[in-house]
Nanobody, 122 residues
Framework: QVQLVESGGGLVQAGGSLRLSCVASGGPFSEYAMGWFRQAPGKEREFVSAITWSSGSKYYTDSVKGRFTIARDNAKNTVYLQMNSLKPEDTAVYYC???????????????WGQGTQVTVSS
């Protein structure tokens, strides 16, 4: 399985921006679909965004459409999540995930990072 390491989380005021990065190693990154999920305290892990191996298709949960952008650089084995116009309800631990198929469910991804905390203050 591919190993994933996220970075870029932090504390930001509402309306601010953050860019999360996820670096992959140990596998053919360019063949993987990549996803971002998040988990707020007391809640289940939920889908945020996903991108196919070729960047040909990108998917977003409704609550982040128009504010978040997913992108990948296969030469750098890295996937990004640009988060703009952040809201307090975006506060969560954000996880990067990889899978040869991918999807929108937690069970669709075989490899996971350790997560990075995003906190949005009001």
């Amino acid at each position: 399985q591919v190993q994933l390491v996220e970075s870029g989380g932090g504390l930001v005021q509402a309306g601010g921006s953050l860019r999360l990065s996820c670096v992959a190693s140990g596998g053919p990154f360019s063949e993987y679909a990549m996803g971002w999920f998040r988990q707020a305290p007391g809640k289940e892990r939920e889908f945020v965004s996903a991108i196919t191996w070729s960047s040909g298709s990108k998917y977003y949960t409704d609550s982040v459409k128009g504010r978040f952008t997913i992108a990948r650089d296969n030469a750098k084995n890295t996937v990004y999540l640009q988060m703009n116009s952040l809201k307090p309800e975006d506060t969560a631990v954000y996880y990067c995930a990889a899978d040869l198929q991918g999807g929108r469910d937690v069970g669709d991804f075989a490899s996971w990072g350790q997560g990075t905390q995003v906190t949005v203050s009001s």
